[in-house]
């Protein structure tokens, strides 16, 4: 079975400065997508970026970039020039891409809660 | 459209109430979620839904019984619960992309 690890339960990052969240995933497969979501207090979850494991080349969405080791199954997250809205939850998460798989489940590891220092 | 859309933001009911909870999206997702998440933990999956049909049960208790009616509606309908199902429940919308919309939840109090 798969899993997804983030070690870091909580982290601070002074504004202005960049932050790299950390994630860790388990798996046999070798075709899989990876995300990243961010949980902002009493918001809603929406997607930071996404990574396709085919893909050597690492995904970039303006300021937010990742760091994505296939065979470490690393995948980091570094936010660059951290806003007061970059506060939030943040959850690494994995879905299977195999063909034949039909478990149409996305598993989220534990979040990193990340707060920006004024 | 490209939001899921969730209904009541807030709700509390007593333990022998019955309530429901719902879920609409436009997007032309065909496959749709309902997890349930406590404070500072991570979404746990309790349902998925596939072209309106259940996929994944997760185990979930029988006082929780989730209904599609068509490709854009989904609903939790809810019995006899218990105070620590209290917590938000988030549904969401996966897209072609394998890129989960999530709406904005509904907060469960049950006393």
């Known amino acids: 079975a798969q899993t997804v690890t983030q070690s870091q339960p909580e982290m601070s990052v002074q504004e202005a400065e960049t932050v790299t969240l950390s994630c860790t995933y388990d798996?046999?497969?070798?075709?899989?997508?990876l995300f990243w979501y961010k949980q902002p207090p009493s918001r809603q979850m929406i997607l930071v970026i996404r990574q396709e494991a085919y893909k050597q080349q690492n995904a970039t969405e303006n300021r937010f970039s990742v760091n994505f080791q296939k065979a470490a199954k690393s995948f980091s997250l570094k936010i660059s020039d951290s806003q007061l809205g970059d506060a939030a939850m943040y959850f690494c998460?994995?879905?299977?891409?195999?063909?034949?798989?039909?478990?149409?489940?996305?598993?989220f590891g534990k979040g990193t809660r990340l707060h920006i220092l004024p | 459209d490209t939001e899921v859309t969730q209904t009541p933001k807030h709700l509390v009911m007593g333990m022998t109430n019955k309530k429901s909870l719902k879920c609409e999206q436009h997007m032309g997702h065909r496959a749709m979620y309902w997890y349930k998440q406590k404070a500072k933990k991570p979404p746990e999956l309790m349902f998925v839904?596939?072209?309106?049909?259940?996929?994944i049960n997760e185990s979930v208790p029988s006082r929780f019984s989730p209904e599609c009616p068509n490709s854009s509606l989904l609903n939790l309908h809810l019995h006899a619960l218990q105070p620590e199902d209290s917590a938000l429940y988030l549904c969401?919308?996966?897209?072609?992309?394998?890129?989960?919309?999530f709406g904005a939840g509904s907060r469960l109090t049950v006393l």
């Open positions: 998460a994995y879905r299977s891409r195999t063909l034949l798989n039909r478990d149409d489940k996305i598993i």
């Open positions: 798996t046999s497969e070798s075709d899989y997508y």
């Open positions: 969401a919308s996966k897209s072609g992309a394998n890129v989960l919309t």
């Open positions: 839904y596939s072209y309106e049909k259940l996929s």
